[in-house]
């Protein structure tokens, strides 16, 4: 079984911690995927201070991902763009997936 955990800012790191440590969860991998909110440096350096020590078995940071980088097209090339991104996001998604053996039916 792999647990497959979000955040993007230290509040919500934090809660996950907290509920890894005193909730009784069934054995499972553990992972983490996320990005500090807006880039901002401060809660980059704490979130990389919790993720230190947290224990995950990996972690994914999702900062460069293509469709959390800004909108230049206009709207009618935004319908082609952002399915273009969404896929490429899709497929590193996936790669980090198989690089940890991480099977979609086990999350």
């Known amino acids: 079984m ?3 955990f979000t955040a993007c800012h230290g ?4 809660v996950i911690q907290h509920l890894r440590r005193h909730l009784r969860l069934p054995p ?3 992972y983490l995927v996320w990005q500090p909110f807006e880039n901002t440096p401060i809660i980059d350096r704490f979130m990389r201070s919790v993720i230190a020590t947290a224990g995950f078995t990996d972690t994914l940071d999702i900062r460069g991902f ?3 980088q800004p909108r230049i097209q206009t709207a009618p090339a935004w319908l082609l763009e ?4 969404l896929r490429h996001d899709t497929a590193r998604v996936r790669a980090w997936m198989t690089e940890n053996r991480v099977a979609e039916r086990d999350v």
Do not use: N, P
């Not at 509040?11 to 934090?14: G, P, S, V, W």
């Not at 952002?82 to 991104?85: A, L, P, Y």
């Open 11 to 14: 509040t919500q790191l934090l």
């Open 66 to 68: 293509e469709s959390l």
């Open 82 to 85: 952002s399915t273009r991104r």
């Open 2 to 4: 792999a647990r497959i």
């Open 28 to 30: 499972a991998r553990e």
